[in-house]
């Protein structure tokens, strides 16, 4: 009877604080559902009233359509947009993870002159702001022949996601077992063998939670597209397509809307696949115990 009565007012108790978590979660969604419902409106629909009047007659299919989507990724190239920004985003984010893991491997657990100073200067760039490079970079792109192309853009994710992928990295790697590393060397295994062997296989969380990072990043990106590509239409990712969709069809919501779902989609599968490693992988590294 007492474990009863103490369950029922422990209840109570939180209650407050799942009532504030389902409203902060509803306020969070609410746009997200708008923009959603919006983009299956008509234009005319869309233009007269809110997207909340289609609750009125929910079974009313009549007022939903997918003319919107066929339009923008048909007659407004989103289609090529969205398979351009694949391909930036895909070796934009493992190029940097790829290196980062070797990098925060050696100066975690390989001893050589100046490792903590490198390691120093590293964390340094994370406060060096990006826009102060974007003249640099794009005038060395355009004497190399690079502007306008997808290296262009893997090449400048890469040296800008760097920094943060190694000092991410670097505390998870250092905060494994040191008798795991010992026993592992003392059995022969070179530092490739541990880094493939063990590091990998036990740095996943972090791994994927910079990942996440990179590649939300690199998908929502438009200052680094829009420099280094320019005006450079076949490969335009979908944020310079909503950009121009912006200047020249601003008055085009119903295109706008499912223009900016589409290029939702794919952040939403990413977070959502990789949520469970998320939380873990940033904190793993933040304390030892």
């Known amino acids: 009877m007492k474990i009863a009565k103490s369950a029922k007012t422990a209840w109570f108790q939180r209650l407050p604080l799942h009532l504030a978590v389902v409203t902060i979660s509803l306020l969070w969604t609410l746009p997200t559902a708008g923009l959603f419902i919006s983009s299956f409106r008509r234009q005319d629909a869309l233009l007269q009233n809110g997207w909340w009047t289609v609750f009125q007659h929910p079974f009313d299919v009549t007022q939903f359509h997918i003319g919107n989507y066929i339009d923008v990724l048909a007659s407004q190239g989103m289609g090529q947009a969205f398979i351009n920004s694949l391909v930036i985003a895909i070796p934009a984010t493992v190029i940097p993870i790829s290196i980062a893991t070797f990098a925060a491997y050696a100066l975690a657990w390989m001893q050589f002159p100046g490792r903590q100073t490198l390691f120093v200067v590293i ?139 589409i290029s939702m989609v794919v952040p939403l599968a990413v977070f959502f696949a990789l949520q469970r490693y998320f939380v873990r992988g940033l904190l793993a590294g933040s304390v030892k115990g």
């Open 123 to 261: 964390v340094g760039l994370l406060v060096v702001p990006l826009q102060m490079t974007l003249i640099p970079v794009l005038r060395a792109y355009n004497e190399l022949g690079l502007a306008g192309s997808f290296l262009a853009v893997w090449l400048a994710h890469t040296g800008y996601g760097l920094p943060l992928g190694i000092y991410l990295l670097r505390n998870y790697i250092g905060s494994l077992p040191r008798d795991l590393i010992e026993a592992a060397a003392v059995d022969g295994a070179s530092h490739l063998k541990i880094f493939t062997r063990l590091i990998v296989p036990l740095s996943m969380p972090a791994i994927a939670s910079f990942a996440v990072f990179q590649f939300l990043w690199v998908w929502n990106d438009l200052l680094v597209a829009l420099v280094y590509l320019g005006g450079n239409q076949n490969v335009a990712p979908v944020t310079l397509v909503l950009r121009n969709l912006v200047g020249d069809r601003g008055q085009d919501w119903h295109l706008l809307t499912a223009g900016a779902f």
